[in-house]
């Protein structure tokens, strides 16, 4: 199967800092990549989707100016979360999907902890 | 209704139960879809896809009805290494936008000695 590496796997940080999260397809050029949330208990809720090279595509009620996501190469796409506060805290998950299919391969996740 | 509902569980079963899953799902267009795994505190992981009326990998059995819009996921001879929540998962594509996956909420699976 493809492989998705994401980084950093934990991150705790101050509330007001900004933190960055890499996504990357290691082994196939990844088309489209996803940006999930994860609430405990609650199921995974798309975030955003982007293309190498154009603007991502963000779902309803997701801010874009807070959740920055650059999608720079077909291997690479980044996510930041802009002045975090402790509601942001939840699990940031990453996947990547090859051209014209639907099946995504996910990264092992970020625990963002907002203090 | 929502557009991909799943039973929460817990389903508490013995090692070497037969366990089954439903999901159901609103969009009649929808054409394939992806039963996938999810350990606590990880990232999900596929586990079986659909695209005509069912699918067997093992132990694992998924089957499709159109007609009544739900996917079942049948696991045989559990074991405790099953233990997950299973996701039942949807593709869509809005018009004019992008693939996108539309995912249960998760039944929680629980497989004891």
């Known amino acids: 199967g493809a492989v998705v590496s994401q980084h950093p796997s934990r991150v705790i940080c101050k509330s007001g800092t900004s933190v960055k999260i890499e996504c990357r397809s290691l082994d196939f050029q990844a088309t489209t990549m996803f940006w999930y949330r994860q609430f405990p208990k609650q199921s995974l809720m798309l975030m955003a989707t982007?293309?190498?090279?154009?603007?991502?595509?963000?779902e309803q009620g997701v801010e874009k100016d807070k959740f920055l996501i650059n999608h720079a190469s077909l291997t690479l796409s980044t996510l930041t979360v802009t002045s975090a506060h402790p509601e942001d805290s939840s699990f940031y998950i990453c996947?990547?999907?090859?051209?014209?299919?639907?099946?995504?391969?996910f990264g092992a996740g970020t625990r963002l902890s907002v203090l | 209704r929502k557009e991909v509902e799943q039973d929460p569980g817990p389903f508490n079963v013995p090692e070497g139960a037969t366990v089954a899953f439903n999901c159901t799902y609103s969009?009649?267009?929808?054409?394939?879809f992806f039963w996938y795994r999810q350990d606590c505190r990880k990232e999900p992981k596929l586990l079986m896809s659909?695209?005509?009326s069912g699918n067997e990998d093992g132990r694992f059995t998924a089957q499709l009805n159109r007609a009544s819009q739900y996917i079942s996921l049948l696991i045989r001879d559990s074991k405790l290494s099953d233990s997950a929540t299973y996701l039942c998962?949807?593709?869509?594509?809005?018009?004019?936008?992008?693939?996108?996956?539309?995912f249960g909420a998760g039944t929680r699976l629980a497989v004891h000695p």
């Open positions: 969009n009649s267009a929808s054409q394939s």
């Open positions: 996947s990547a999907s090859r051209s014209s299919s639907n099946i995504q391969y």
């Open positions: 998962v949807v593709p869509q594509r809005p018009a004019g936008g992008y693939n996108k996956l539309i």
């Open positions: 659909v695209y005509s």
């Open positions: 982007s293309n190498e090279g154009s603007k991502a595509t963000y």
